[in-house]
């Protein structure tokens, strides 16, 4: 059916494929945050938006961008086929978030202290910064391999 110039059956299919991978991007980086509550103490969503823990914030935060980073270059490599495309972005996604997850595991082993624990302190510490940096940084390494 057309609408002056407009296919709006194509439209419909396009904005179902948008809608698509929006829902996949969006369960990505709820994985992500889901994971990144795992591995801290505390409830992520008390730390935030109750306490206002900064060092929390900045976790979540970057964890978002990082993880984000990695979803719009598997949406933006995926095949011209959305079935292939969702399914490249799902295994790209949780590629992202497993190295994600071993790069948090590593440093905190690395680092002197208590690290989770000092990653949510009500004390804002220098360490959620260079963790989240080092999250993005990582996957923009992932993000371009993607590409």
């Known amino acids: 059916m057309m609408i002056g110039d407009i296919d709006v059956g194509e439209l419909a299919e396009e904005a179902g494929v948008v809608l698509a991978y929006c829902?996949?991007?969006?369960?990505?980086?709820?994985?992500?945050?889901?994971?990144?509550?795992?591995?801290?103490?505390?409830?992520l969503r008390d730390l935030i938006f109750v306490e206002r823990n900064h060092n929390a914030a900045v976790l979540v935060s970057t964890g978002f961008l990082a993880?984000?980073?990695?979803?719009?270059?598997?949406?933006?490599?995926?095949?011209?086929?959305?079935?292939?495309?969702?399914?490249g972005?799902?295994?790209?996604?949780?590629?992202?978030?497993?190295?994600?997850?071993?790069?948090?595991?590593?440093?905190?082993?690395?680092?002197?202290?208590r690290g989770r624990h000092d990653l949510v302190h009500e004390t804002p510490h220098p360490?959620?910064?260079?963790?989240?940096?080092?999250?993005?940084?990582?996957?923009?390494?992932?993000?371009l391999a993607i590409v």
């Open 23 to 43: 829902g996949v991007g969006l369960a990505m980086l709820l994985l992500g945050f889901v994971l990144i509550d795992v591995l801290t103490p505390g409830r």
């Open 67 to 87: 993880q984000g980073l990695i979803v719009v270059a598997a949406i933006y490599a995926s095949a011209d086929d959305v079935a292939d495309g969702l399914a």
């Open 127 to 143: 360490a959620s910064w260079v963790l989240g940096v080092l999250r993005i940084v990582v996957s923009g390494i992932i993000a």
């Open 89 to 113: 972005t799902v295994v790209y996604s949780l590629i992202g978030l497993v190295v994600s997850t071993l790069v948090f595991l590593l440093v905190d082993l690395l680092i002197p202290g």
